[in-house]
């Protein structure tokens, strides 16, 4: 089945402590991107990656990084994680990285909770 | 500064009534617009792509339309199991020559059997 994986679903985990969500699809999908949605603000971009070589920042970067060294993969690394990064993460891919094919497929999400 | 504005937040319809909600964007070097639909707790579920002023699509009930300023999502004669949250996306070129996408916050539709 064609799908983005996202893991965990929900972590909940304190203060400074590192964290990995891992995004992976099976669509051979080029462009990949990494969203937070919170109430009142909607879908953000955090990161995205346009192929394997080229990576760029979204709107809010901040607090966050992200690696595509390989094109099925594209983690989502948390190094100090604060409550203000508590949210509903999704990950995201496309076939292209614009024109025809450019809509993007999500992930099921994963609910962060920081302490 | 790139911007997606929808409208209006909330929706609350008849079972048979149809309606419109609307997006507006301004954005340079537009790539495409997009319409999602969302349920709580899970991922947005794509619908459709507009690429140009004067293009539509249809799914059902649903009809898409875009113009240079604004696109619209039609719904005719819903039923209760189109109550969702209704998402419009823009993409967008930076000027390092990538491709970002800015959503907006969504229109929150019920409709009532």
């Known amino acids: 089945e064609a799908q983005v994986t996202q893991n965990p679903r929900y972590l909940i985990t304190v203060t400074g402590k590192k964290l990995t969500v891992t995004c992976s699809q099976n669509m051979n999908h080029e462009y990949m991107s990494w969203y937070r949605q919170d109430p009142g603000l909607g879908l953000r971009q955090i990161y995205y990656s346009m192929n394997v070589e080229v990576t760029d920042k979204g709107d809010v970067p901040e607090g966050y990084k992200v690696s595509r060294k390989e094109k099925r993969n594209f983690p989502l690394i948390l190094e100090s994680p604060s409550p203000n990064q508590t949210s509903l993460y999704f990950c995201?891919?496309?076939?292209?990285?614009?024109?025809?094919?450019?809509?993007?497929?999500f992930g099921p999400g994963t609910r962060l909770t920081v302490l | 500064e790139d911007q997606v504005t929808q409208s209006p937040e909330a929706l609350r319809l008849q079972e048979g009534e149809s309606s419109s909600l609307n997006c507006s964007y301004t954005v340079s070097g537009l790539r495409g617009l997009f319409w999602y639909r969302q349920d709580p707790g899970k991922g947005p579920e794509f619908l459709f792509t507009l690429y140009s002023a004067g293009e539509e699509k249809e799914k059902e009930r649903l009809k898409a339309t875009l113009t240079k300023k604004e696109s619209f999502l039609h719904i005719t004669a819903p039923k209760p199991e189109d109550s969702a949250t209704y998402l419009c996306a823009v993409q967008a070129v930076t000027t390092s020559g990538t491709y970002k996408y800015i959503f907006g916050t969504g229109t929150r539709l019920k409709v009532l059997a």
């Open positions: 995201a891919s496309s076939l292209a990285t614009s024109g025809a094919y450019n809509e993007q497929f």
